[in-house]
């Protein structure tokens, strides 16, 4: 499956921003899709992940009540709404697929359970 990440920009602290994730190329609701971010210097690290089936999700202590996602089977797109970006928040984006199983309802949070990644979007927030 190929991934297309965007939405990233720049955004003031305190403000949002919604991230897409595009998925073509194989079934995307075999998945179960997850978002990554890297800053400058430091190790790539989880954000957020969402089951196939869109109803268990999971987030990083760090972004908890204020990241959301979700997903859109039919749209073949994931999602990650940011609120109340701190200048932390700033990254490279990157969505990934995990293969899942039809019978779980699975999440993962770890980068080695991702079998595919999209290119990364910029995410600057000012202080």
């Known amino acids: 499956v190929q991934l297309q990440a965007s939405g990233g920009g720049l955004v003031q602290a305190g403000g949002s921003l919604r991230l897409s994730c595009a998925a073509s190329?194989?079934?995307?609701?075999?998945?179960?899709m997850g978002w990554f971010r890297q800053a400058p210097g430091k190790e790539r690290e989880f954000v957020a992940a969402i089951s196939w089936r869109g109803t268990s999700t999971y987030y990083a202590d760090s972004v908890k009540d204020r990241f959301t996602i979700s997903r859109d089977n039919a749209k073949n797109t994931a999602y990650l709404r940011m609120n109340s970006l701190k200048s932390e928040d700033t990254a490279v984006y990157y969505c990934a697929a995990a293969t899942a199983s039809y019978y779980s309802d699975n999440y993962y949070h770890s980068i080695a359970d991702y079998d595919y990644w999209g290119q990364g979007t910029q995410v600057t927030v000012s202080s």
């Open positions: 190329g194989r079934t995307f609701s075999r998945f179960a």
